[in-house]
């Protein structure tokens, strides 16, 4: 059996693809770009929504605002991470302060807020900083919570 998998480009378009292709860097199939950057992909509200509605990986998201401290040094972090998920999930990151629907439409109160969507629904939800071993085990904690 082929099993596909959808991930959305950097660029917006949806690839759908083998899952045995997870390991064998991808690319997007109209701008070439390796689907996996190894960097969080910054989205507006759209394209946030056109990410968590296909995609077949996890998607982890950073709400965050220019203006915040917190979501400054927590940045650095954000970005090591992304470079150790590699090809299991997806990050992204949303600027608030530059896309402000996306604040309403995820009824952010506070940032940096993180969520965690899988197969379009969300699993987890966290306000605040996190170092990078606690970011870690609660991605963790959240994929495996069956309820
Ligand atoms: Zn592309």
Redesign the pocket.
């Known amino acids: 059996m082929d099993q596909k998998i959808k991930l959305v480009?950097?660029?917006g378009?949806i690839n759908q693809f083998a899952v045995e292709k997870l390991d064998a860097t991808p690319k997007?199939g109209?701008?070439h770009?390796n689907l996996f950057s190894g960097k969080p992909i910054a989205v507006d509200s759209q394209r946030l929504i056109k990410h968590i509605e296909n995609s077949g990986l996890p998607v982890l998201i950073d709400f965050w605002a220019p203006w915040c401290g917190p979501c400054q040094s927590f940045a650095p972090i954000y970005e090591e991470f992304a470079t150790r998920a590699g090809n299991q999930l997806r990050l992204l990151k949303v600027d608030t302060e530059a896309s402000q629907q996306a604040g309403i439409d995820f009824n952010i109160r506070s940032i940096p807020t993180l969520s965690l969507f899988l197969n379009g629904e969300e699993k987890g939800r966290m306000s605040g900083a996190m170092a990078l071993p606690q970011l870690q085990q609660w991605v963790v904690q959240q994929l495996t919570n069956d309820d």
């Open positions: 480009c950097e660029c378009t997007c109209i701008c770009q």
